[in-house]
């Protein structure tokens, strides 16, 4: 299977995910990049997967649909332009040639879906999270709690180490400035903040990431950590309880320039 990052307007990044005939994308917002890379590799349309229902997410469907040679695929809990499959946690697909299980993730919304993949081979898993996990950081709270949020992110930090982590926007660097103020020491996040600036001065995704570095490196994933909690207190945080430093990050996140 190849994995691709097709990016559209400024920071959104549609993955696709094909076998040299079949293919299927994720959070199509726009349909011109994904008929180019259809049209490019020669690829039949079978499958859409969606995460949740954002416009920079949706907006791509009803010009794809008369190219889809399959369902499109989105969260039961959410208003998806339909036709849809709706799915929620637990749930396996079957997408170009490929399987998938659904895990719920609410928090950036209230029904936000993630798609995971765990190849029979025993190669890395493959997550499209959509708004939640970020390289570096997560996704704005605008319908969920910081409460749903912790525990979306607790579920996705628990999968293995090697999944390839395809989050839908490019904001691993912005991320990483915030990161470094809440953990000035991490030698870990300094190593990948200057591979991060090579590859996008050459133009290049920072992602897929993986599980592995983000517990090493995103502060939303380490509010277990006595530096965290302790850069959250000053932030406001009332206590050590992981929801409490996460929401404080949070919010220090929402207003940090
Ligand atoms: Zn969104
Ligand atoms: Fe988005």
Redesign the pocket.
């Known amino acids: 299977m190849t994995l691709i990052a097709l990016p559209a307007f400024s920071d959104n990044y549609i993955w696709m995910l094909h076998d040299g005939q079949q293919a299927l994308v994720v959070d199509p917002g726009d349909a011109a990049p994904v008929l180019a890379a259809l049209d490019a590799h020669e690829l039949a349309l079978t499958a859409i997967l969606v ?2 229902h ?1 416009a ?2 949706v907006g791509g469907l009803a010009a794809l649909r008369p190219r889809l040679q399959g369902p499109v695929f989105g969260p039961a809990r959410e208003a998806i332009p339909a036709p849809f499959e709706p799915l929620a946690d637990g749930a396996r697909i079957f997408a170009a040639g490929t399987t998938f299980e659904v895990i719920d993730v609410p928090g ?2 209230a029904g ?1 879906i993630a798609y995971l993949h765990r190849p029979a081979d025993g190669a890395a898993p493959i997550l499209f999270c ?2 939640t996990l970020f390289s570096g950081g997560c ?2 709270l ?1 319908e969920g709690t910081a409460l749903q949020m912790h525990h979306s992110l607790s579920r996705l930090a628990a999968l293995p180490g090697d999944t390839q982590v395809c989050c ?1 926007h490019e904001y691993t660097e912005s991320n990483l400035r915030f990161a470094a103020a809440v953990e000035p020491d991490n030698p870990e996040l300094a190593r990948y903040t200057a591979e991060c600036r090579g590859l996008r001065e050459r133009g290049v995704p920072t992602l897929p990431s993986t599980i592995a570095r983000e517990r090493a490196v995103n502060p939303f994933l380490r509010c277990a950590l006595p530096a965290v909690a302790r850069a959250a207190r000053a932030q406001g945080a009332a206590n050590d309880s992981e929801a409490e430093v996460f929401g404080a990050l949070r919010e220090w996140k929402n207003r940090f320039r």
Request: proline share 0%.
């Open positions: 995460t949740h954002h920079d997410h950036h919304t936000h959509g708004d996704g704005r605008f839908a």
